[in-house]
């Protein structure tokens, strides 16, 4: 295989884009507003367009005052007469794809759909400008003349209608061009293996022997695969495997409670982690410098952001475009997508970091937080504080999660936590001291509750059994792929689902 031509081409090509790139970063309103009237334009004559008379909205003021917003169950409906056969419904486009997502581990899932033009311009789109970007700040690079190794779900099809069904990852593994086809590794039928047990063995005896030079896949799974790998080969480190491993491409979750975890399996102290922000909804950000935390905003793929200000967890009823937003505010996420969907509460939140150009850090999920006793913590509030006790106490998570444990017979309410660790604090009792104050210094809600244990106790700690979480997930049947565990929950189903197989 000609690598030194894939690489010298692919090279020349993904640095071209930077132009487009550069002119949405200076002019990212007019891009935002460009956008709006081009998918307004194409869906005009759908049942969904025709409804809101979309041919005579020709700014953002109409549209926000004709078009209302959605959660995923208010538009289900509409998205399930396509699935049913019907076509032209909310999208002018044959749409056959849906991306099988829960967000988290719910037993019910959501079924987003994925059309061309969000195929082509928005997610392989963000593929590219990935690969552009990091090439952009690492002009050495030789990541092409190697493969990369990318990690992905399973496809189920739709048996009543001929629809497709599956991980966003999947989806696009079964429709990658050519080109990223040779670079990639394992093979479409090893990554498309549903199986999760079968299909890291598989992924184990096909990788070995190439010549690994990137990583993409979700966090906690690509650490299942790198901790099986060495414990298969003997090797310590990662690199010691493959020798020419540069960087890695993540999302999906919060890297904050891995980055030591693959710190300590890869050697190279010059290896990069880049993260993306990509949905089974859409391609939304990608890290644009090689120390950055944030990610650009990506304003010309075919989607349309407006936000909603989240203060004390409750929603401002006022919906605002990208024209409108401040820096260190929490969000709420709507989409506007060449999919189809309008309006779309993602259900995402975000903080700017920048404003120019537009740059942004998830924040967490409106729907994953505990507010039981008005204390309104966040995925951001902890998972800053489990970066720094980490650190001090020297130890390894594997997973947690996090609930209320309410008021009863005159005991205090408290937060009960389930932590599996690969490596434990040598004192439990302050690991979760030092947690509980960073916490604290995190949220000054939180600090006002647990004043004195007026109103909360200090938080217990749940000491979880090995595999404990990858346990539950199987008995879901949601290993592998984009699933994720529910890192905080406003009541405790979760939560005694796995106190009772701990």
Known sequence: MPF??????????????????????????????????????????????????????????????????FTYEEFFPTIKKTINGQQNIFWSENIKWFAQSSGTTNS??????????????????????????????????????????????????????????????????????IWAELISTPNNEISLMDKWDEKIDAIIRGTLQEDVRSLAGVPSWMLTLM??????????????????????????VSFKPYRNEFNNIISNKDFKYYEVYNASEGFFGIQDTNDGRDLLLMLDYGIFYEFVEISNQKKSEKII????????VNYSMLITTNSGLWR??????????????????????TKHFINAFGEEVIIDNVEKALEKVIKKHKCKIVDYTVAPRFMQSGKKGNHDWIIEFSKDPKNMNDFMLDLDLHIQDNNTDYKAKRFKNITLDKPILHYARKNLFYDWLKSKNKVGGQNKIPRLSNDRKFFEELLKIN
């Not at 020349?12 to 949405?24: D, G, P, S, T, Y």
């Not at 963000?126 to 990318?150: I, T, V």
């Not at 690199?239 to 999906?252: M, P, Q, R, S």
């Not at 779309?344 to 999920?365: M, Q």
């Open 321 to 328: 475009d990208l024209s409108q937003v401040k820096m260190g």
């Open 227 to 252: 901790n099986k790998l060495l414990k298969t080969t003997g090797n310590k480190y990662i690199d010691d495997i493959w020798k020419n491993l540069e960087v890695y491409f993540h999302g999906g």
């Open 344 to 365: 779309y509460k993602i259900g995402d939140t975000v903080k700017f970091t920048s404003v120019d150009p537009f740059r942004i850090i998830i924040s967490g999920r």
């Open 108 to 177: 019910k899932s959501k079924f987003i759909p994925v059309s061309n033009s969000s195929l082509d311009n928005c997610h392989f789109k963000g593929g590219k400008d990935m690969l552009c970007l990091y090439l952009n700040n690492n002009e050495n690079s030789n990541m092409f003349l190697g493969k990369s190794l990318r990690l992905g779900g399973s496809r189920k099809i739709y048996e009543n209608n001929d629809n497709y069904f599956g991980d966003l990852s999947a989806i696009l593994i079964d429709n990658l061009p």
């Open 4 to 69: 030194s031509f894939i690489n010298t081409v692919a090279s020349w090509m993904l640095k071209k884009r930077m132009h487009q790139i550069e002119l949405f970063v200076k002019y990212p309103i007019d891009v935002q507003n460009e956008e709006l009237k081009k998918l307004v334009q194409q869906a005009k004559n759908t049942e969904f367009g025709k409804k809101y008379d979309f041919s005579s909205i020709d700014n953002y003021q109409t549209f926000s005052e004709r078009v209302p917003s």
